[in-house]
Structures are given as C-alpha cells and as structure tokens.
Nanobody, 120 residues
Framework: QVQLVESGGGLVQAGGSLSLSCAAS????????MGWFRQAPGKERELVAA????????YYADSVKGRFTISRDNAKNTVYLQMSSLKPGDTATYYC?????????????WGQGTQVTVSS
C-alpha cells in the first residue's frame, strides 16, 4: 500500500504563484511515475503534469506549458509542482498520483486532493 500526502495549495490572485508537494510512503516500487491531476467543478479530471523516475520524461498539459514545472526528489519520494502565472481557469482540486505509465493512463494510487483557487 502507498500513501500520498499532499501539501501546498490555497488562494492566490491571478498572475501569482503556488507550489504543491506530494510525499509518497509505502511500497512505491522502483520505477514509478508521479504526477498531478486536477478537477474543476463540473469537469473531468485531467492530467496536468507527470514525471518519470529518472526525470527523463516529463509531460505537461498544453494549458499549463511554460507556466508549471514538475520535479521530483527520489531520495524523499516527493514530487513537486511549481505553478506560476496562475489564471482563474487553473482553479481546481489538484490530486497527486502514482502509476507506471509515462502519462499515468492507469493510476495506482491517489492523494486526497488539495484546493487551488485563483481569483481574478
């Protein structure tokens, strides 16, 4: 079993920045992929960013390219999402995820979610 504990998020004005982090504990396996999804009210959950174990592959949704940066610290089993130039459209609940495919087509574990609200 794997536990994912998220931190960060909150309320920020448009154009501002926020940082999320997610620490994994338990039997994560040796080459897992970590990433972030988000879900806004009335919308489907979407993949925002993902990063492989050695960071040789990263994925970003088109809507966040150039504004968000995903990184990971394998020694700490932690993934980070640095968000800048935030827009009201980025408002959503952000979920940390762990899986085995580069684009997290299948998610093995989910975090509990953290709210990000961007005011205009």
């Amino acid at each position: 079993q794997v536990q994912l504990v998220e931190s960060g998020g909150g309320l920020v004005q448009a154009g501002g920045s926020l940082s999320l982090s997610c620490a994994a504990s338990g039997r994560t396996g040796s080459t897992y992929v970590m990433g972030w999804f988000r879900q806004a009210p009335g919308k489907e959950r979407e993949l925002v960013a993902a990063i492989t174990w050695g960071a040789y592959f990263t994925y970003y949704a088109d809507s966040v390219k150039g504004r968000f940066t995903i990184s990971r610290d394998n020694a700490k089993n932690t993934v980070y999402l640095q968000m800048s130039s935030l827009k009201p459209g980025d408002t959503a609940t952000y979920y940390c995820a762990v899986g085995r495919s580069q684009r997290l087509n299948t998610v093995d574990y989910w975090g509990q979610g953290t709210q990000v609200t961007v005011s205009s």
